[in-house]
């Protein structure tokens, strides 16, 4: 067991440990945040390396979980991992910790862009990868690979050539397995995506919620 | 008869407060030539100078991470290639490490020297290119067209071992895509011994010349403080004074029998980053020369690995155990235990981050790709401002990113 | 056109300094020769453009090492790399700046057809926005497969009856 998790869950009762084999990891309660990461960087680890989020489908709960790594600028290849679960499935919110590291900006704007978290305290939340006024949150698991069909950002352009964002033609792929213990069945590879192509008519599917902004 | 004429004295009225001016906003991008691939700056100015500066990004994002949740860990390869597309031999490896870190499987050492040999002459053919599109922005077109002749030598190499000229997918998980050929090695030397004094002529192009010196000492300045709070790393973040190199702090691929230096700047501007690049370039010479002289023999894949690297051609049309396995890896990709890796390795762009969920299988349940290039750029809100236009110039080529693995 | 051997053919004492030739051949033989691409260079394929205009292949040679950033300064305008959604209304809207005759040339497998990229972010082939007169296949093409585009470029161009549009249009 690492010094700095038994001093972290010494600080902090709450965090529990979160199974890893490679670095020192930590659950924390979403409330705590703040003040494990703030409690992390003045103890030394002051890089934030990375800040992501993972989508455990819907159905799940908790649904969506925020992953933090931060390592020691005085000793690169010690890092720290801390997670925490968002409290809700529907309308995710974590606090922002903008205020302990500027370059946390950027990541925080993609994990609204890719998964619709809103960060309570950022000064700036928009989208940063998609276009403003995409209405999906992509890496939702239950947006599909191909996309879903949507006007193009510009106006005047879509007017001179009548183009618009349409859902790629999968032809039936990805032709993959899927991720996780399945049975043999089931394991079998089969086209993984239910998009359609351009010949078949799209099959009749629930309209995913668009997003209000 | 002609009437005297004098100029209104402009400067005291604007310092009066009586000149009316407004500022402009200009975009920059995202076509543009000196900014490095599809990246837009929305910019304010007063003049010349630059009040606000909003970097867009988006302009090439392809979509990596969801199609990483659909492809099996081989099938992902290729897009690991086209990240940092000016080392795809890098992106490469940093990602056959991290998924073996998940498997904990250990490569044998012939695999980690020729990862590692490619990996530096992927550092030397990027950096090459850094300096090549630095100095064409500032104005250098020889040193552009000198550079791009030394990468064509690297890309002669880079072909005849992988197929490909860059876009290499070279690695596979647990191995390579095939063992070196005959002579390479031998050729990868005869490259280093012509390639430093060509350096040292590219690099005397730039080094003292004054009206480089002028555009980038004293420009961009990064301190320590600022490169650690937004995540630089890299040649971007040494340059400012951090003395980061994952290389030497946690050795991967057997980087620790190799002896070389890490050069570090002071002032952190312009002219410290591109010294600090044009002496890694130096460093990885050295780790080349000392790479090849060690290269081992021995298997060039974990022969172990059954569910997890292919067995050898000949064993799959001859018997039908390897062609079973085979079949298996193919339609449903390398098996992975369950759980979650992060792994960085040290880019040339920077430090390039894996962080992959599985929930077993051959197909990881969630990728991210920690790319050096977005954390760098994180900084130019704060950088760009109060300098002129064409410092924006000098301070974008000296950062050196690359908007394939920026965007992804 | 004038072979190098005048003996045979024109002769300066028997016609004079005027070379007699049909419109169309001069007007596309002036186009082929002085192609100023305008690069579109997006991703990886860019990098294999720059190759191509560097000293090994030597785009120059065709008369195209012109590669200013300026649409209205250019007559052919390549592609290289991904076009995403978020990117091909700047696409189109930097063809359409570009002034008459202008081509297009795709290059690379995510110009033609969107490449292996066939997510929610990526358009599915240049083509959907712009029109194509030569799609170029790699990933990313050889500097040679470019040049041969440039080739094929300069062979349809050949074709074209450029004196009949010039006075129509």
């Not at chain 2, 057997?254 to 690049?277: A, I, M, N, S, W």
């Not at chain 2, 790479?291 to 974990?302: Q, T």
Request: hydrophobic share 40%; aromatic share 8%.
């Amino acid at each position: 067991m690492s010094e700095v998790l038994t001093a972290l869950k010494a600080k902090f009762p709450q965090a529990t440990d979160r199974p890893s084999s490679d670095h020192p990891a930590v659950n924390v309660p979403i409330g705590e945040l703040v003040a494990v990461l703030g409690h992390l960087r003045d103890t030394g680890y002051d890089l934030l390396m990375d800040m992501t989020a993972i989508d455990w489908a819907e159905g799940a709960s908790p649904r969506f979980t925020v992953v933090y790594h931060v390592m020691r600028s005085t000793k690169g290849g010690d890092y720290v991992r801390v997670a925490a679960n968002c409290a809700s499935a529907t309308d995710p919110v974590v606090p922002s910790v903008v205020s302990l590291w500027p370059g946390a900006d950027w990541h925080e704007r993609e994990c609204y862009d890719m998964f619709g978290i809103k960060f309570e305290g950022h000064p700036d939340l928009r989208r940063i990868l998609m276009w403003d006024g995409y209405p999906y949150f992509p890496l939702r698991k239950e947006f599909p690979l191909a996309g879903i069909e949507t006007p193009l950002p510009d106006a005047e352009i879509t007017a001179e050539t009548g183009a618009k964002v349409i859902a790629a033609p999968m032809q039936g792929g990805p032709f993959v397995a899927s991720p996780g213990e399945v049975n043999l069945t089931d394991a079998e590879p089969r086209a993984k995506d239910e998009s359609w192509s351009d010949r078949r008519p799209q099959p009749g599917q629930e309209p995913l919620k668009q997003v209000k902004e | 008869m002609a009437t005297e004429f004098s100029f209104p004295d402009t400067a005291a009225k604007n310092a009066a407060g009586e000149f009316e001016t407004e500022k402009m906003s200009l975009s920059m991008g995202p076509s543009h030539p000196s900014t490095h691939g599809v990246l837009r700056l929305q910019m304010e100015l007063d003049g010349e100078i630059l009040t606000k500066c909003d970097p867009i990004l988006g302009y090439l994002h392809r979509g990596d991470e969801k199609i990483a949740e659909n492809m099996t860990y081989n099938q992902f390869v290729p897009y690991t290639d086209r990240l940092d597309y000016l080392a795809p031999l890098a992106n490469n490896m940093a990602y056959a490490i991290a998924v073996e870190r998940l498997a904990k499987l250990e490569v044998p050492a012939r695999c980690q020297a020729i990862r590692a040999i490619t990996a530096e002459m992927a550092r030397i053919s990027s950096h090459l290119m850094g300096l090549g599109a630095f100095g064409i922005d500032t104005g250098a077109w020889t040193v552009f067209m000198y550079c791009f002749t030394e990468r064509e030598k690297l890309y002669k190499l880079f072909e005849e071992l992988t197929g490909a000229r860059f876009t290499t997918s070279y690695t596979r998980i647990g191995g390579l895509q095939r063992d070196v050929p005959e002579g390479w090695t031998a050729r990868v030397n005869a490259f280093c011994d012509q390639f430093l004094p060509i350096l040292d002529e590219i690099l005397a192009l730039l080094t003292r010349n004054k009206i480089f010196m002028d555009r980038t000492v004293d420009v961009g300045i990064i301190s320590k403080a600022d490169a650690i709070a937004y995540g630089l790393t890299g040649p971007n973040a040494r340059g400012s004074g951090v003395t980061i190199d994952l290389r030497k702090d946690k050795p991967y691929s057997g980087y620790e029998q190799y002896e070389f230096d890490v050069p570090v700047g002071t002032k952190g501007d312009c002219y410290d980053r591109y010294l600090v690049r044009g002496e890694e370039m130096k460093q990885s010479v050295r780790i080349l020369k000392q790479a090849i002289a060690k290269f081992p023999g021995g298997p060039w894949y974990a022969t172990d690995a059954k569910r997890i690297f292919g067995p050898p051609k000949e064993k799959v049309m001859s018997s039908m155990e390897e062609l079973i396995q085979n079949f298996m890896l193919v339609t449903e990709g390398p098996q992975m235990p369950a759980g979650e890796v992060y792994f960085e390795a040290e880019n040339p762009k920077g430090i390039l981050g894996f962080y992959i969920v599985s929930k077993g299988g051959g197909v990881p349940y969630r990728m991210k790709i920690r790319s050096p290039s977005f954390c760098n750029l994180s900084i130019l809100p704060k950088l760009c401002v109060g300098n002129l236009v064409s410092d924006v110039v000098s301070i974008l080529g000296s950062l050196d990113f690359v908007m394939g693995e920026c965007d992804r | 056109m004038v072979s190098s051997n005048t003996e045979l053919g024109y002769n300066t004492k028997v016609e004079g300094e005027v070379m007699v030739s049909r419109a169309d051949a001069v007007i596309n033989w002036i186009r082929n020769n002085s192609m100023w691409p305008m690069p579109m260079g997006l991703a990886c394929c860019a990098i294999e453009l720059m190759a191509t205009a560097s000293s090994r292949f030597d785009i120059a040679r065709f008369g195209a090492e012109v590669m200013r950033f300026s649409p209205r300064q250019s007559d052919c305008m390549i592609v290289a790399g991904t076009v995403t959604y978020k990117m091909a209304p700047h696409v189109r809207r930097i063809y359409d700046q570009m002034a008459a005759p202008k081509w297009v040339i795709a290059m690379g497998a995510c110009a033609s057809s969107g490449g292996m990229y066939r997510s929610y972010a990526t358009l599915q082939g240049v083509d959907r926005i712009v029109p194509v007169d030569v799609y170029v296949s790699g990933c990313p093409p050889r500097p040679e497969a470019l040049l041969d585009a440039l080739m094929k470029l300069q062979a349809k161009v050949k074709r074209e009856p450029s004196s009949k549009r010039l006075l129509s249009a």
